[in-house]
């Protein structure tokens, strides 16, 4: 009887720590999935601001021209009318000097409409600007949030990667000290409940899902019969204090 029970005892540790070897398997991958998907995320969202920039950034530099090529025809506007006023001056008379005053007054017009086009091409071009700057300086944070942490990351990755090596190796050397019929339900509950197939009874329900167990059920599970599952959740119940 002394025997019976210290292997029962011996197999409730086993299956808590199998359990436990399960749960640590879990958070290592799905924190090795968390990096992989942060990667991706980041890689993703730098290229398509990349992107953005060098677009915004072709714009710019297009309404950039276009503000240039106005500013040159006011120049050269302005310095048409200072030469009509100054024939104006130096021919004399009354009809040259009316018909030069109306050239002068139609140019002036002219001007005042290319100022007009020179100033809506330089708000364009600001408002262009602002944008590539704010976008300049988004692509630089994400290039420097790529430069540092994907080195940690991937340190974190391969360290995770010599853990989950480690842990599969003691998981595999524990299960092989189950029996064959355990084995088997260990592997059923464990494909439902990769983190957590096993359940402590204990003021008798399962702590789990904390289902109430018939007397019966729970004095077998003290008593160390390793092959019940709880009626609410269906995971391996073993007896043991919180």
């Given at each position: 009887?002394?025997?019976?029970?210290?292997?029962?005892?011996?197999l409730?540790?086993?299956?808590?720590?199998?359990?436990?070897?399960?749960?640590?398997?879990?958070?290592?991958?799905?924190?090795?999935?968390?990096?992989?998907?942060?990667?991706?995320?980041?890689?993703?969202?730098?290229?398509?601001?990349?992107?953005?920039?060098?677009?915004?950034?072709?714009?710019?530099?297009?309404?950039?021209?276009q503000?240039?090529?106005?500013?040159?025809?006011?120049?050269?506007?302005?310095?048409?009318?200072?030469?009509?006023?100054?024939?104006?001056?130096?021919?004399?008379?009354?009809?040259?000097?009316?018909?030069?005053?109306?050239?002068?007054?139609?140019?002036?017009?002219?001007?005042?409409?290319?100022?007009?086009?020179?100033?809506?091409?330089m708000?364009?071009?600001?408002?262009a600007?602002?944008?590539?700057?704010?976008?300049?300086?988004?692509?630089?944070?994400?290039n420097?949030?790529?430069?540092?942490?994907?080195?940690?990351?991937?340190e974190?990755?391969?360290?995770?990667?010599?853990?989950?090596?480690?842990?599969?190796?003691?998981?595999?050397?524990?299960f092989?000290?189950?029996?064959?019929?355990?084995?088997?339900?260990?592997?059923?509950?464990?494909?439902?409940?990769?983190?957590?197939?096993?359940?402590l009874?204990?003021?008798?329900?399962c702590?789990?899902?904390?289902?109430?167990?018939?007397?019966?059920?729970?004095?077998?599970?003290?008593?160390?019969?390793?092959?019940?599952?709880?009626?609410?959740?269906?995971?391996i119940?073993v007896?043991?204090?919180?």
């Open positions: 009887m002394a025997n019976s029970a210290n292997t029962n005892k011996k409730g540790k086993i299956l808590l720590i199998l359990s436990e070897k399960d749960l640590k398997i879990c958070q290592a991958e799905d924190r090795k999935k968390e990096i992989a998907n942060k990667k991706v995320s980041l890689t993703k969202e730098y290229n398509e601001l990349k992107i953005q920039l060098d677009e915004k950034s072709a714009a710019y530099n297009q309404l950039k021209t503000q240039e090529a106005e500013e040159k025809k006011v120049k050269e506007e302005q310095d048409r009318i200072v030469e009509r006023r100054k024939q104006l001056v130096d021919l004399g008379g009354a009809k040259v000097a009316k018909i030069m005053e109306r050239e002068v007054e139609i140019a002036t017009k002219a001007m005042q409409i290319l100022e007009t086009a020179t100033l809506e091409a708000q364009a071009a600001d408002a600007k602002s944008v590539v700057d704010e976008l300049a300086v988004k692509v630089a944070e994400l420097k949030i790529i430069t540092e942490d994907f080195p940690k990351m991937d974190e990755d391969l360290a995770l990667t010599k853990t989950l090596k480690n842990l599969r190796a003691e998981k595999d050397k524990l092989m000290e189950l029996d064959p019929r355990l084995q088997t339900l260990y592997k059923r509950v464990n494909a439902r409940y990769p983190a957590t197939p096993v359940a009874a204990n003021k008798n329900s702590r789990v899902c904390y289902r109430a167990l018939p007397q019966q059920t729970f004095n077998q599970i003290m008593a160390g019969y390793y092959l019940i599952q709880c009626p609410g959740c269906s995971r119940l007896y043991g204090e919180e």
